[in-house]
């Protein structure tokens, strides 16, 4: 089922890592996403990281209930941040 884009305003600061299994990965826990996306499955939204604009990226499971949106290196590099940084997250729009 493919879910209209529907407009969002929703921000979380977090920092940098998640636990996933024992491994951490460079990736931002946004809590409160899950229950405002109505779903703990991938999902596709527009969202900025700090002042970087991120359009049609994808929010994965935790495995606890929650999305995490993962940021790749070169993403870290233009923010000048790395695992362990606190980062602000907006989501401004759901996909599908």
Known sequence: MTTAPT?????VTAPIGVDVRGDVWPCVELAG?????????????????????LENIGLMPTGRGELMLSLNARLRRRLGKDVGDTVTVRLTRRRG
């Open 7 to 11: 407009a969002l305003d929703h921000t």
């Open 33 to 53: 996403a899950a229950e405002l996306l109505g779903t703990g499955r991938s999902v596709r939204v527009d969202a900025t990281v700090d002042d970087v604009e």
